[in-house]
């Protein structure tokens, strides 16, 4: 049994929405460019800030990508200390993603279609979703064992990290 | 222990996803009222002489519908039927929902702060964000001892149809 355990905190909250969907990672550069674009344009055409709508259409992709640091923030500080307090209990058989206060999600290793190991995090692509394991939860024997047992299970499915 | 066992329709995905947070509410009642907007101007659109006028308006509405159905109906089209059979076992600690394939979600009823049943199921608020239970699941028996150990529960933050 290979187990982790770590305290979430907001950082690994954005982590985990970053690392786990590439299209998230795709949207928020798509509103970085379109935001570069229109602040170009606006400067360019002599249009920057003369009325509400102008201001508008810059200000958007701002307000979008600051509301959803805040949203992240806010369901963080609604979470209990035991909510936080998060487990990890992988076995040959499946991963299991408990928290302190009782709530679990568990998934067996056949239902993963493909692991990536990325800076903080691991990425297990489970059907249409995916779900995030912090690596700091693990010792580092701990995470060498589940490399190995990714590695066993998912074959080149297993993209993990480059000497890992 | 209550058990039930039902096939995931999309209206139930639907209700679940949507259901699930505040801002996924928010973000289904938006959806709505862009529909609802341009579908208006789509059917406006067709009183004018303007080509072009008519047929843009019909295209705000479809892109409308791709943008935001579309993501949903592909999801729930990548979910295989096992995943689609839930499973629900219930006793007083505890709610367990496992998939025919082994995935599995499980919350105390210590984290449920609140209920509300609707015609299709009850709608779970927990500590974060919410979730649904589909009425379908449950044959009559089960669903009185469920609506029972939701009151046990909950008390006045049950609110339910019988």
Known sequence: MITGRFTLGYADQLQAYWDQSRAIRIATFGILAAFALLLVFEIDTGQFGIDTFHDALWLAPLLAIGAWFGLVAWAIGRMSPQQLDVSYLIDDERIAIRDAAGNEVSSPWREIRECEERKRGLVLKIGPGARWLCKRAFAPDALAAFRKLARERLGNNARLMVGA | ?162
């Open chain 2, 1 to 162: 222990m209550i058990t039930g066992q039902t096939n995931v329709s999309f209206a139930d995905y639907c209700r679940a996803l949507a259901g699930h947070s505040l801002v996924a509410r928010l973000l289904a009642g938006s959806m709505i009222l862009m529909f609802v907007y341009f579908l208006a101007g789509a059917l406006t659109s067709l009183f004018s002489d303007d080509l072009e006028d008519i047929l843009g308006s019909w295209a705000y509405l479809v892109l409308v519908l791709v943008v935001w159905f579309g993501p949903l109906v592909w999801s729930y089209r990548r979910l295989s039927p096992q995943q689609r059979q839930i499973t629900y076992e219930i006793d007083s600690e505890r709610v367990v929902m496992r998939d025919a394939i082994g995935n599995a979600v499980i919350f105390p009823w210590a984290e449920a702060r609140s209920c509300r049943e609707v015609s299709e199921g009850f709608s779970l608020r927990m500590t974060v964000g919410r979730r649904w239970i589909s009425k379908h699941a449950f044959g009559p028996e089960a669903l009185r001892e469920l609506r029972t150990e939701i009151r046990a529960h909950l008390g006045g933050q049950a609110r339910l149809m019988d």
